[in-house]
């Protein structure tokens, strides 16, 4: 069905902004609940007590990623509104869950796995969509829709903070089911829109038809070299990403003590991730090509100095603007992915290219924060867990740099083959016209 541009589409772009909000709102703020779980779980004697904390938030947004190739497939066979509703559902009773919880360890289940993966169920469905139901407007709904991260990124924090204060992280927890229980709702909007008469007659009959292995797993994207890289390279940058998302409020705290309002951080990256989005968004639009992903590369190498800056800071306004360049080279590296799978595997094949790769991300984001927190209870300190997260992104860069002289490459051996294939044709053309022209002159 051509898509409408409009109508129903306005309620389905909030319900997805919403989605991206309060998933990723969740997530992003997840600094305010760790300080608050290491006060409410832990105890003088463990001296593990950061490296096991730090694996809740962890595998919570690793799990986000790591389920995105599954919840492709499911979205592709049962449709975009059942898989969000059942997402936002299993993420409801994971959360809720996690409120009664006694210890750190059953976190790791309710909270890490149970209501990541309702999360990532309710995610992916609001990124597709939207392509159902716009195409005209389609830059202007996913920049709305992704502003949603940075909105709640920014106001969350500050709310979780009062919340904990006055009425302790487990009641906090209960006061974030609501945010579940509203995106429950929102993916009921997600109506199907039918494209002939032959998809409302199989509807009505409830027919439904397996597809074949190949058409669910389409692995033949990984044949594309300069995929191949990109799908590797922006993992390798990643093991020190979420580091400064999980461990920053923690390292102000050590730091400063209770004189700074360290939310105003979380503050700053989300403003400025926002923004971020929309300048590179647009500027992508006149790069040609794969050279797009420069932008990536610079985002990840500003990334890293970022990360590596933080120890060096020892006034909280130079935090600040540390966390300000950090979250628009954030937007940077986020607002531009789809554009570049585009690029890289067409149009036919993104869906599947973007979902391997969430996949492959979702590694390196879970390992990192944890080590980072081992770190700092063997060594007292933030400093060197900084420093070292500062150094994949400067490697993933490197990475990623050859690239757009690799895709050239496979397009001139594309072009090249085309034309021999073209001239072989006409050769052949030209040979059979001379035999047939032979065969008709009369003997003599």
């Avoid at 595998?59 to 449709?79: E, N, Q, R, Y």
């Avoid at 209501?115 to 996913?142: D, E, H, I, T, W």
């Avoid at 790069?287 to 909280?316: D, E, N, R, W």
């Amino acid at each position: 069905a051509e898509p409408p541009d409009g109508g129903w589409g306005w309620v389905v772009m909030l319900a997805a902004m919403w989605c991206n909000g309060s998933v990723f709102g969740i997530q992003n703020s997840c600094g305010v609940l760790f300080v608050s779980m290491l006060q409410l779980f832990g105890s003088a004697d463990d001296t593990q007590l950061a490296f096991k904390t730090a694996w809740v938030s962890s595998l919570s947004m690793g799990m986000i990623f790591f389920c995105s190739p599954i919840v492709s497939v499911f979205t592709d066979l049962f449709g975009c509104r059942k898989v969000a509703v059942i997402g936002a559902a299993v993420g409801f009773v994971g959360l809720l869950s996690s409120s009664f919880v006694s210890t750190i360890e059953p976190l790791y289940f309710t909270y890490g796995v149970v209501f990541a993966c309702g999360c990532s169920f309710a995610y992916q469905p609001s990124l597709v969509v939207l392509g159902y139901y716009f195409k005209k407007r389609l830059g202007l709904v996913n920049g709305i829709v992704t502003a949603g991260s940075s909105l709640f990124t920014v106001s969350l924090p500050f709310l979780l903070r009062v919340l904990i204060d006055s009425v302790g992280l487990y009641n906090t927890l209960r006061v974030l089911c609501i945010l579940m229980f509203v995106l429950f709702l929102a993916g009921f909007t997600y109506k199907p829109l039918v494209s002939n008469a032959k998809d409302k007659e199989e509807g009505k009959k409830g027919k439904f038809r397996f597809p074949p292995g190949k058409k669910i797993f389409n692995f033949s994207v990984f044949k594309v070299t300069s995929y191949r890289i990109w799908a590797f390279g922006i993992p390798a940058a990643l093991f020190g990403y979420f580091v400064p998302y999980v461990h920053l409020m923690k390292h102000v705290k050590d730091r400063f003590g209770d004189s700074v309002p360290e939310e105003v951080l979380l503050l700053c990256l989300g403003v400025t991730s926002g923004i971020g989005r929309l300048i590179f968004g647009r500027v992508a639009d006149y790069i040609p090509g794969a050279k797009k992903v420069y932008l990536q590369v610079t985002s990840f190498f500003f990334i890293g100095l970022m990360s590596m800056m933080i120890p060096l800071c020892h006034v909280f306004g130079a935090l600040i603007a540390v966390c300000l360049f950090m979250g628009l080279f954030d937007g940077c590296f986020i607002c531009i992915m789809a554009p570049i799978a585009f690029e890289l595997v067409g149009a036919q094949d993104v869906s599947q290219a973007i979902g391997f790769l969430l996949g492959l991300m979702s590694v390196p984001m879970t390992v990192g924060p944890p080590i980072a927190g081992l770190l700092r209870d063997h060594l007292g300190t933030y400093d060197v867990a900084f420093y070292l997260a500062g150094v994949p992104p400067l490697i993933g860069g490197v990475i990623l740099c050859f690239i757009p002289w690799v895709h050239e490459r496979q397009k001139l051996k594309e072009r090249a083959k085309t034309v021999d294939g073209e001239t072989t044709e006409k050769m052949l053309e030209n040979e059979s016209t001379f035999v047939s022209d032979t065969a008709e002159k009369p003997v003599k």
